[in-house]
């Protein structure tokens, strides 16, 4: 056996120098081939002595499944070993219904953290929130699991019960969430009417078919009231999922050019996405709203959008999460999660590990402590001053002077909002008495025009 390895590895070598290698090539090449058989020497030497000589009877599958799933360790949280019976889950999970909790995870710093809970999910009605630490499954301590040993952890027959032990910022001690299994089916997009031609999408995560589903909320819109006015694009909490439903949502809005990029190991080898030209909406503003777990797939359509001035990006700077994963299944029905590449904007920003700087940022707050906003306009104070030259302390109190003015302007119509009776509020009315990042995003929408000019060039692209 030893013999037909070393002439595989030989072959090999011997048919790439065929390709133009020069002896360094060639030379550099039979090393590591050379190195990587020795390797295998030890992993086979180290099973065989584990199945002739370990005190109990071993599972030699379980073992190399051991052995892959160690391997993989080494590399990044996102590159994980799937065994049948959870590669079989995973390839249901983006068709939009699958059995579980509902919750997309991930780890950070060693600890399993809760990247969002998807809405309408029993994690999501049972309280789970973003950023929620889980210490343990069921009692079971999750310190050192990776992202798939976590998953079939917490996986089991719809009906059954599970307890998540969590650790939330701002409680001193853990706690328990007891969770029923059930059938999650999501529904990943969910329209509000804001009258007068304005819509508010809500997009909760991206599967088969989410493109399609957006376009027909538009396309009501457009029946009801003639046009559509404005769009508010909610992405906030929203893990990603699908990279080609990301690209067709982005490409209903982009007229043409770039959508996103990818690049792999050859930094030199860069692939990039394209605008069909086929937008069908391209001329009403957009806002986009964003939070610190906006990852993946929503952060590609909010740098496509922003970097080609097609939307206003508003909220907090997202998750950050830009690496591309391609999933392969393997003879056994087991399959190789594996990251191969990392996703950058238009214009060359990489996503993984920086996330997407919003416009205009606006932090997260509830209507008791409305006060507490803050609108941090990018790149506007400076323009805000007009008139004679004002000294430091000057600009400094009158730029705070206007901002609390700003503030108490913005919010005093929300703050009334919020004290009426839920009865007598529209839908729309209830959504942004309740949500201030929402209310922000309708503000400016619906002042657009005052705002900033719309100007049409030569190509049909909107600039801002």
């Not at 005190?55 to 065994?83: C, Q, S, W």
């Not at 507490?372 to 000057?394: C, N, P, Q």
Request: hydrophobic content about 35%.
């Amino acid at each position: 056996m030893k013999k037909h390895l070393k002439l595989a590895i030989f072959t090999t070598i011997l048919c790439l120098s065929g390709y133009g290698l020069t002896k360094l090539d060639f030379d550099v090449l039979k090393a590591e081939a050379q190195d990587r058989y020795v390797e295998l020497q030890n992993f086979s030497k180290v099973l065989n002595i584990i199945q002739q000589y370990y005190v109990d009877d071993v599972d030699t599958k379980k073992l190399i499944y051991g052995a892959i799933k160690g391997m993989l360790r080494e590399l990044d949280p996102h590159t994980n070993f799937l065994p049948p019976d959870i590669f079989k889950d995973f390839e249901t999970e983006t068709s939009g219904e699958f059995g579980g909790l509902g919750i997309e995870i991930s780890v950070q710093n060693g600890v399993l953290t809760i990247i969002s809970p998807i809405e309408d999910t029993p994690a999501w009605e049972a309280g789970i929130k973003a950023g929620d630490k889980i210490i343990a499954v069921d009692g079971k301590s999750t310190k050192g699991l990776s992202l798939v040993e976590a998953s079939q952890l917490m996986r089991g027959k719809k009906g059954s019960k599970t307890i998540l032990t969590i650790v939330r910022e701002g409680q001193d001690e853990p706690k328990d969430i007891h969770i029923v299994r059930g059938s999650v089916k999501i529904r990943s997009v969910k329209p509000t009417d804001f009258e007068d031609g304005f819509v508010y999408v809500k997009i909760t995560s991206f599967i088969e078919n989410t493109s399609k589903d957006l376009e027909k909320a538009l396309q009501d819109t457009e029946k009801k009231y003639g046009t559509v006015k404005g769009l508010i694009l909610d992405l906030r909490r929203n893990p990603g999922g699908l990279l080609d439903q990301a690209v067709r949502v982005s490409d209903l809005f982009i007229p043409e050019g770039p959508i996103v990029s990818t690049i792999g190991r050859d930094q030199k080898n860069k692939e990039v996405t394209m605008a069909s030209k086929k937008a069908k909406y391209t001329n009403f503003p957009i806002i986009v709203l964003m939070n610190e777990y906006s990852a993946s797939a929503s952060e590609i359509v909010a740098g496509a959008l922003q970097d080609n001035k097609r939307a206003i990006i508003m909220g907090e700077k997202s998750f950050g999460k830009g690496s591309v994963q391609s999933v392969i299944k393997l003879g056994d029905g087991s399959g190789l999660k594996i990251t191969v590449a990392r996703y950058y904007t238009p214009s060359g920003r990489s996503i993984q590990a920086e996330g997407i700087q919003p416009d205009i940022e606006v932090e997260e707050v509830d209507a008791e402590a409305f006060g507490k906003a803050v609108i941090k306009t990018k790149g506007s104070r400076e323009k805000d001053i007009a008139g004679h030259l004002l000294s430091e302390k000057e600009k400094a109190k009158k730029n705070q002077k206007r901002d609390e003015k700003q503030e108490h302007d913005l919010t005093a119509w929300w703050k009334d909002a919020g004290s009426k009776k839920e009865d007598n509020k529209s839908p729309r009315d209830k959504l942004v008495s309740s949500d201030y990042q929402v209310y922000q995003a309708y503000n400016y929408i619906k002042a657009w025009k005052m705002m900033k000019e719309i100007k049409q060039d030569g190509s049909n692209k909107t600039t801002l």
